[in-house]
T-cell receptor
């Protein structure tokens, strides 16, 4: 268990409303990621962060923004939610061991945009 | 850009038998890790096994082992003595160690275990 908590775990929202998902970690890992998972697409990277205020885009970043003002929290914001953003969102962290890196995931946030 | 391909959308195996899931990847990097993740219906992402590219020895974790062919850019997962609890989606993933460390996934293979 890498101490990753996602919130909310489930949310239903209306088209056009803003939504923020939070990923919280307890172990000061440098890298944090946001993915979305949709049928037939596996997990696709939305944004990632390599430190406080250091973020970069992934392959499906349009319509999403992120912020990381402190090491433990990585926020994903949908400025104006659309039905195409209905998905399961996963946060992940990269944990470094002496033997190398391992990626651990949160339990997912189910978002439905109606 | 790095890509990961899983060419088998679905696989099935009889309980107690062995099954191999395929994964190929494309990269120009020399230092990277490869992973297999299991995702049961709960959607939890569970790390099954990890392989460091610099290691020639194939990783093994109990009934799970990999066949890592670096030159061929192939990373298959073998599950021995399949159990009903092995039924899940399996994802192959790649992460490079230099520069931006983005974890890239294949599209997944759905594994069914027949009793």
């Amino acid at each position: 268990d890498a101490g990753i908590t996602q919130s909310p775990r489930h949310k239903v929202t209306e088209t056009g409303t803003p939504v923020t998902l939070r990923c919280h970690q307890t172990e000061n890992h440098r890298y944090m990621y946001w993915y979305r998972q949709d049928p037939g697409h596996g997990l696709r990277l939305i944004h990632y962060s390599y430190g406080v205020k250091d973020t970069d885009k992934g392959e499906v970043s349009d319509g999403y923004s992120v912020s990381r003002s402190k090491t433990e929290d990585f926020l994903l914001t949908l400025e104006s939610a659309t039905s195409s953003q209905t998905s399961v969102y996963f946060c992940a962290i990269s944990q470094q061991w002496d033997s190398g890196n391992t990626i651990y995931f949160g339990e997912g946030s189910w978002l439905t945009v109606v | 850009a790095q890509t990961v391909t899983q060419s088998q959308p679905e696989m099935s195996v009889q309980e107690a038998e062995t099954v191999t899931l395929s994964c190929t990847y494309d990269t120009s990097e020399s230092d990277y890790y490869l992973f297999w993740y299991k995702q049961p219906p709960s959607r939890q992402m569970i790390l099954v096994i990890r392989q460091e590219a610099y290691k020639q020895q194939n990783a093994t974790e109990n009934r799970f082992s990999v066949n890592f062919q670096k030159a061929a850019k192939s990373f298959s997962l073998k599950i021995s003595d399949s159990q009903l609890g092995d039924a899940a989606m399996y994802f192959c993933a790649y992460i490079r160690l230099q520069g931006a460390q983005k974890l890239v996934f294949g599209q997944g293979t759905r594994l069914t275990i027949n009793p």
